[in-house]
C-alpha cells in the first residue's frame, strides 16, 4: 500500500481524491465537504463510469453516528484508534516540515518512523 499527499499554496484551488488499484481507479473531486459527492470509477477499456451520492454534511454524519454510540447503538465508526492516527500523522508532517526530513508513517501501528 502506498498514499502520497500532496499541497501547495501557488497553485489553483482543488481538491481531490484518486484511489488507484490492480483494475482502475476511483477519483472523487470533493471527497471532504460531501457537497457534491460524485464517483468517478475509470478502467482500463471501458467508458467512465459514474456513481452518484447524495450530498451530505460530513460533521452532522459524525455527531449522528457519535450520538447513536453514546445511546447505547454499535462503537463509532471512527474510534479512539483512529483519533491517536491521526494525531501521530500530524506529529509526523510537523516533524518532518521542522526537520526536513521525510518521513513515513506505519499504518499497521500508527508509529511514525525515519525513512
Do not use: K
Amino acid at each position: 500500500m502506498l498514499g502520497s499527499f500532496d499541497c501547495g499554496f501557488d497553485v489553483p484551488p482543488r481538491a481531490g481524491i484518486e484511489v488507484v488499484g490492480e483494475t482502475g481507479t476511483i477519483v472523487s473531486l470533493d471527497p471532504w465537504h460531501g457537497q457534491a459527492p460524485e464517483l468517478r470509477i475509470l478502467r482500463p477499456g471501458s467508458d467512465p463510469e459514474d456513481v452518484p451520492a447524495e450530498p451530505a454534511n460530513p460533521y452532522a454524519l459524525e455527531l449522528d453516528d457519535f450520538s447513536r454510540a453514546v445511546r447505547g447503538g454499535a462503537p463509532p465508526r471512527l474510534g479512539r484508534e483512529d483519533a491517536v492516527g491521526q494525531a501521530r500523522a500530524i506529529e509526523a508532517l510537523y516533524r518532518s516540515a521542522a526537520e526536513g526530513e521525510r518521513r513515513t508513517l506505519d499504518l499497521r501501528s500508527a508509529c511514525a518512523r525515519r525513512r
